[in-house]
């Protein structure tokens, strides 16, 4: 059976002619190249005729559906037509011509998809290998452990299996033995007491009076029968056999974190700020917390804050000065620094302990437990991990990025394979909102701030007119515009860097009393725990 299917042509608007090669993007009509002139001369709205592959390519403005939009405006960040740059409402905007500005977008985009995003795409897919590379060599290397250990479990089965069948043997002879001697005793006997009776008999059928009175009985002796042996025989008591008498394995644990795109210095520029400093900083609450060489302070919110000093107490203080809560650590150890976590969570550090704990609905979990490790400084992440300074006698200090317990990342060598960071003393930690790691380190008296990836941006020593070792750097905190606050305490005052690691100015009008832990509120106040006089000081920075 023969198919047949109708099919409607496409004809020119104006002529019917089938098949036509233009299109109209505003009128939305087919022409064929004959019409496009009479077409045109229409003036009473725009036309855009484009081939008709090209059809649906002409931006329409979102106001004028008829007309074309040839212009963008910046400040409203919309294309726009001719109409409506003349209007009253685009009046004193900037314009530019859309395809320049498609073309800067585009040129952008473009140049971040080469230079960056592009090239780590292809970083992050050379990992892929290598983690395959390494999960083989784990799989082959604890296959060898385990066989290993199977060999070694048979041959000490296998001891384990003679010695109790040597000893079985042992038993069962010294027992046969006493069975033995029992039974050839008893045979004597036996042969006695037979022999007696065939005596007695020819005793009752003698006449000879003589034998008769010189018998003598020997039923008292044969009454006497030999001990009955009660034996208890050996029993074999197996022990269950269960995972735990071989060995388990760890699971293996799988975890998509989130990567941002990692952007180089000098890519990544110092933005201006978004609302200038004020010239005078002043105190706007000073609050008195009557915590012992307050140490540590974190902010929950605009009117609550974390403090913890020298004692096993943290306590959380409003702006008012009254003690809202207070909890004791879980090991009674006095907690060495305090965070918030990104959902409102206290987390501490143990360094006795060697622990990292958290607070979640007034109960006190264990989230970190190190081995060879000291927690010391702590900070919240944006992403929500936990940045932590960690101590050893024997090898320089690390910073360690954990997700919950797993650890990320650690950062302790730069390029040339020395150390980042000095060994020992106190360092305050914070991330900068560019994802940079920023550490105060007393001990090099400095400020070293590495990027997400570890690699070293800057070391600030403090202003280039400041003498050799007099900056000693405490703590240290990140504002929302990226800007560095580090208190410096043997002048008591406090520097205020760009992200680049600039100098901007000081805070020196406030009379800190030994300013150590920082934290930053919504509003970018800045609250500075004092250690000698246990006040909190709250600062306003900003206009």
Avoid at 355 to 375: A, F, G, Q, Y
Avoid at 394 to 412: A, F, H, L, N, R
Avoid at 467 to 493: M, W, Y
Avoid at 510 to 536: H, I, K, M, W
Wanted: aromatic share 8%; net charge neutral.
């Amino acid at each position: 059976m023969d198919q047949r299917w109708a099919q409607d042509v496409l004809r020119c608007h104006l002529c019917e002619t089938p098949a036509p090669s233009m299109y109209c993007d505003i009128c939305h009509i087919h022409l064929c190249k004959a019409c496009v002139g009479e077409h045109l001369s229409d003036e009473s709205q725009d036309h855009k005729v484009v081939s008709f592959k090209k059809r649906g390519s002409t931006t329409k403005c979102p106001k004028h559906s008829s007309n074309i939009s040839v212009l963008y405006c910046q400040q409203c960040d919309i294309p726009i037509c001719t109409t409506c740059a003349s209007s009253e409402e685009h009046h004193g905007h900037k314009f530019i011509e859309l395809m320049e500005n498609k073309r800067e977008v585009i040129q952008k985009d473009l140049q971040e998809l080469e230079k960056l995003i592009y090239p780590q795409y292809q970083e992050i897919a050379s990992e892929i290998p290598i983690h395959v590379a390494d999960l083989y060599k784990n799989s082959q290397e604890l296959t060898t452990a385990i066989n290993q250990h199977q060999d070694d479990l048979y041959k000490e089965i296998d001891t384990m299996a003679k010695t109790l069948k040597s000893y079985l043997a042992k038993m069962d002879s010294e027992h046969l033995a006493v069975l033995h001697k029992q039974e050839d005793e008893i045979k004597h006997t036996v042969s006695e007491i037979t022999q007696n009776i065939a005596d007695l008999r020819k005793l009752l059928d003698s006449n000879d009076a003589s034998l008769v009175a010189a018998y003598k009985s020997r039923n008292a002796e044969f009454r006497r029968l030999p001990p009955q042996l009660k034996v208890s025989l050996p029993r074999f008591i197996p022990r269950g056999i269960t995972k735990e008498l071989f060995g388990s394995l760890t699971a293996l644990s799988l975890i998509k974190a989130e990567r941002c795109i990692i952007i180089d210095s000098p890519v990544a520029e110092s933005s201006p700020l978004d609302k200038p400093l004020i010239n005078v900083p002043r105190i706007i609450a000073n609050i008195r917390t009557e915590v012992k060489f307050l140490g540590s302070v974190a902010c929950l919110s605009d009117n609550d804050m974390w403090t913890c000093g020298d004692d096993s107490i943290m306590r959380l203080f409003n702006i008012h000065g009254d003690l809202v809560q207070s909890i004791h650590s879980k090991s009674g150890n006095n907690p060495w620094d305090i965070a918030v976590t990104k959902t409102g969570d206290l987390v501490y550090t143990d360094d006795k302990d060697r622990s990292v704990n958290i607070l979640k609905k007034k109960k006190i979990k264990k989230l970190i437990k190190t081995r060879d490790w000291t927690p010391r400084n702590i900070c919240s992440t944006f992403s929500g991990d936990l940045l932590v300074v960690m101590t050893s006698d024997d090898q320089p200090t690390k910073v360690v990025c954990y997700s919950g317990p797993i650890e990320k990342q650690s950062i302790q060598y730069d390029d040339k394979g020395r150390p980042l960071y000095s060994s020992g003393y106190v360092k305050y930690i914070s991330e900068n909102r560019n994802l940079d790691i920023c550490l105060s380190d007393s001990g090099a008296n400095a400020v070293v701030v590495v990027n997400q990836a570890g690699k070293l941006r800057f070391t600030y020593t403090g202003p280039p007119s400041t003498k050799k070792r007099s900056f000693d750097p405490l703590g240290i905190t990140t504002d929302s515009q990226g800007l560095i606050l580090v208190a410096n305490i043997n002048t008591s005052c406090i520097h205020i860097l760009d992200q680049d690691g600039q100098f901007i100015r000081y805070i020196r009008n406030c009379a800190f009393q030994n300013p150590r832990g920082f934290s930053v509120d919504t509003s970018d106040n800045l609250f500075v725990a004092e250690y000698y006089s246990y006040q909190l000081k709250k600062i306003k920075y900003y206009m």
